[in-house]
Structures are given as C-alpha cells and as structure tokens.
C-alpha cells in the first residue's frame, strides 16, 4: 500500500525535527557514567547518551510488541471474516449458476411443446405475485 503524498511529507515535518533533538542531546550528554547490573559484578562504563537512547529503544521495541500482541484478536477476526466472506461468494457463484441453469431447463421445456406443435399437456403455473 502506498502513501498518500500529504502523509510522507509529514513524516518528515515530524522526523527531521527528532533526529535533530536526539543529534543535540547526543553532543549534549556525551559524559561517561557507570551502569551497575547488581547481582552480577559486571559494571561498565558507558555514555549517558547511549544508556537513555538504548532505554528508549528498549521501549519503543517492548511498546511494539505488547501493540502488536493486542491486536491478534483482530487478525485473527479479520481472517474469519475473509474467510466467511470468500464462503459466501463462492455460494454466491454456485447459487447464480444453478439459477441459470434451471432457467435454461425451463426455458428448454416450454419450448418443446411449442416446437412440436403439440398443445400443452401441463397446465400453466399462477404468477408468482398472485395470491
């Protein structure tokens, strides 16, 4: 699916603003602290930049995840619905082609009489609207 042109030139009124924010922020905070996983005796020393953008990206990924599993119910209502509704064309097709075909029988058959010239041993049916 493409994008509508107002939409993309949007995304980039809001991207380019971010990448700049996040660009300064970097140079801003570029001083080294030091992440202490505490059980464990591990500590390195990393700059603070990197440690709240690596949260950040963290978040982003986890806010993705938890969206993507709560939507599943939708999937998968969308998916029975295709399905019911590809049920319903094919039945659609097959009800259509068993209507033309019982027109042709019909069709056929009140022209046999006619064709031999014999008068009509059955008698005729009421309209269908009449009661």
């Not at 509508?4 to 700049?20: A, E, F, H, N, R």
């Amino acid at each position: 699916m493409k994008k509508p042109t107002s939409l993309k030139i949007l995304s980039w009124i809001v991207l380019i603003p971010v990448g700049i924010a996040m660009i300064a922020f970097s140079v801003v905070n570029r001083h080294a602290v030091r992440l202490d996983f505490w059980p464990f005796d591990f500590a390195p020393e990393v700059r603070l930049f990197a440690v709240i953008l690596g949260v950040l990206a963290v978040g982003i990924v986890w806010g993705g995840i938890a969206a993507w599993l709560a939507a599943g119910a939708n999937r998968r209502r969308g998916r029975e619905a295709g399905r019911r509704a590809d049920s319903a064309e094919s039945e659609n097709r097959q009800l259509k082609d068993r209507v033309a075909r019982l027109e042709n029988e019909l069709r056929e058959a009140r022209a046999e009489p006619a064709a031999s010239g014999e008068p009509d041993a059955r008698p005729a049916l009421p309209p269908a609207d009449a009661a």
